[in-house]
């Protein structure tokens, strides 16, 4: 809004010179046409008239360039303004694609935040269905053992058993030979 009013003082500043020019060069005709009526009649008037005539010519001349050096100057302002205001178009333009882009960043970082927690559920049930599975071979193996040493442990009392026999029948036996050597010696 401050630059369509700067520009709207501006064109009235315009027209307003305009309207001085044109008052000037109405003021230039009225003055030409009141000279040659008393150039006949009063030639020191007419002197004084043509000073006048030539200063409004020259006031008039002056209005004009500076006008056109206000129009100038106000056309650059105008001219600079509109670069100012495409310059911050196209520095907010930046800005939203900008933005366009760190949310499609965000959603790419979203979505593999969903997937990376999706493949750590997934990692983890794994991980606990191979420590059961772990588990239970382990207890499996322990229980394998455990049945392995029951049945050594057997092994080792039946043995220890046959051991007992042959030891008694050993023993039985020295004392049927000494039995019998004590016998054959009476």
């Keep these: 809004h401050e630059k369509d009013e700067a520009i709207r003082q501006m064109q009235q500043s315009a027209g307003d010179l305009e309207n001085a020019a044109k008052k000037q060069s109405q003021e230039r005709a009225m003055w030409e046409a009141e000279r040659s009526l008393l150039q006949d009649r009063h030639s020191d008037e007419l002197a004084t008239l043509n ?3 030539e ?3 020259q006031q008039c001349k002056a209005l004009e360039e500076l006008s056109i050096v206000t129009l100038k100057h106000k056309e650059e302002e105008l001219t600079t303004a509109v670069l100012e ?3 911050e178009r196209e520095l907010w333009s930046e800005r939203l694609l900008q933005t366009e882009r760190h949310k499609e960043e965000l959603k790419l970082l979203q979505l593999e935040a969903v997937n990376f927690r999706q493949k ?3 990692w983890l049930q794994q991980k606990r269905d191979l420590e059961a599975q772990l588990a239970d071979e382990r207890q ?3 229980m394998a053992v455990e049945r392995q040493l029951a049945r050594s442990d057997t092994e080792v009392q039946r043995m220890q058993r046959q051991l ?3 030891r008694d029948f050993e023993m039985h036996k020295k004392e049927l030979e000494h039995a019998e050597e004590v016998r054959k010696l009476h």
Excluded: N, P
């Design 140 to 142: 499996q193996r322990v």
């Design 51 to 53: 000073t006048q005539l």
């Design 55 to 57: 200063a409004s010519t």
């Design 164 to 166: 007992e026999i042959a």
């Design 85 to 87: 205001h495409a310059a």
């Design 120 to 122: 750590e559920d997934l």
